[in-house]
C-alpha cells in the first residue's frame, strides 16, 4: 500500500468520525429538547424507556467514532514524518479524548434529564 493510499484511508477515517460526532450531536440535542419541554411530565416508565434507547444510541454511535478516531492514529504511525503536519502529533490522544469528551456529554445530558425532574419550583 502506497503512502497516499495511507493518507486516503486516514482521511475517511476522520471524515467517518466527523459524521458520527455530527450524529452523536443530533441524538443529544434532541435528547435535551424532549428533557426540556417535556421531561417533568414524563412518567417513571417512559423516563426508563426514553434513557435506554438514549443510552444505547449513543454508545451505538460514540463506539465507531472512537473506532474511527483510533485506526487514523494507527495509520498515522505508518507514515512518514515528510508530510505529517505539527499538529497531526497529537492525532494519538484523539480516541482518549474522544471517549473522555462522549462520555461527558452523555452523562451530562442524563443529569439535565435527572434535573428536570427532580425540580421542586422553577427558578
Known amino acids: 500500500m502506497s503512502e497516499a493510499e495511507i493518507w486516503e484511508l486516514i482521511l475517511l477515517s476522520q471524515a467517518n468520525a466527523a459524521t458520527y460526532i455530527a450524529m452523536l450531536l443530533t441524538l443529544l440535542s434532541g435528547y435535551l429538547v424532549v428533557a ?10 417512559q423516563i426508563v424507556i426514553i434513557n435506554l434507547l438514549f443510552l444505547s444510541a ?6 465507531p467514532a472512537f473506532a474511527a478516531f483510533e485506526r487514523a492514529s494507527f495509520l498515522l504511525s505508518l507514515t512518514s514524518e515528510t508530510y505529517r503536519s505539527p499538529r497531526s502529533a497529537g492525532m ?3 480516541p482518549t479524548a474522544s471517549v473522555v469528551i462522549f462520555s461527558g456529554a452523555i452523562l ?8 428536570v425532574r ?4 422553577p427558578e
Open 36 to 45: 426540556h419541554l417535556v421531561g417533568a411530565k414524563l412518567t417513571k416508565q
Open 58 to 63: 449513543a454508545v451505538w454511535i460514540a463506539f
Open 92 to 94: 494519538h490522544l484523539a
Open 108 to 115: 451530562a445530558s442524563l443529569r439535565f434529564m435527572w434535573d
Open 118 to 121: 427532580d425540580r421542586k419550583s
